[in-house]
T-cell receptor, first 113, second 112 residues
Framework: AQSVTQLDSQVPVFEEAPVELRCNYSSSVSVYLFWYVQYPNQGLQLLLKYLSGSTLVKGINGFEAEFNKSQTSFHLRKPSVHISDTAEYFC???????????FGSGTRLLVRP | NAGVTQTPKFRVLKTGQSMTLLCAQDMNHEYMYWYRQDPGMGLRLIHYSVGEGTTAKGEVPDGYNVSRLKKQNFLLGLESAAPSQTSVYFCASNPGGNYGYTFGSGTRLTVV
């Protein structure tokens, strides 16, 4: 079975500072990896995804993530955050032969002025 | 371009009451899903469907039933609501493959 771990439940950061949100996964088979963002009282929006190819994936709003197979990680980064990035971020994994997304518990990014 | 529409957006039920949540998508997607979101637990898959007329159990199916009589609709039913089913419910759809899932805006359900 697959699982996703987001160790940080909340990450406070000052505006214009860099941020990294951590995601580790467990799977015995190949996986696809996703990051979603959820703004208050809204549904989830896809930030970026890794399916294959380059391990550095760029997404919307200046976010990027790097797939590290040896460390089974898919950490999300942004070099300079804005107040508007305050939201909850979810890492998710999907087995290549399945179309079910398994989510982590989420990380709340709190950007302070 | 509506995407995925969930109705209702809010609902309060008394313990033991029943209700149906409707999810409708206009993208001709084959796959549809129901998730529940609880604080600190992320989203957990309740049931899903891989096409019209099919349904399958996810991680937390107990207490819920689903139906997909039409490709564009995926219904989630609670036959006898319990306080433990207080949650935010999200529907999602996927065309097949791993191109990304489209989520609805959620239904906030409170069972008292």
């Amino acid at each position: 079975a697959q699982s996703v771990t987001q160790l940080d439940s909340q990450v406070p950061v000052f505006e214009e500072a860099p941020v990294e949100l951590r995601c580790n996964y467990s799977s015995s088979v190949s996986v696809y990896l996703f990051w979603y963002v959820q703004y208050p009282n809204q549904g989830l929006q896809l930030l970026l995804k890794y399916l294959s190819g380059s391990t550095l994936v760029k997404g919307i709003n200046g976010f990027e993530a790097e797939f590290n197979k040896s460390q089974t990680s898919f950490h999300l980064r942004k070099p300079s955050v804005h107040i508007s990035d305050t939201a909850e971020y979810f890492c998710a994994v999907s087995v290549t032969s399945s179309y079910k997304l398994i989510f982590g518990s989420g990380t709340r990014l709190l950007v302070r002025p | 371009n509506a995407g995925v529409t969930q109705t209702p957006k809010f609902r309060v039920l008394k313990t033991g009451q029943s209700m149906t949540l409707l999810c409708a998508q206009d993208m001709n997607h084959e796959y549809m899903y129901w998730y529940r979101q609880d604080p600190g637990m992320g989203l957990r898959l309740i049931h899903y469907s891989v096409g019209e007329g099919t349904t399958a159990k996810g991680e937390v199916p107990d207490g819920y039933n689903v139906s997909r009589l039409k490709k564009q609709n995926f219904l989630l039913g609670l036959e006898s609501a319990a306080p433990s089913q207080t949650s935010v419910y999200f529907c999602a759809s996927n065309p097949g493959g791993n191109y990304g899932y489209t989520f609805g805006s959620g239904t906030r359900l409170t069972v008292v």
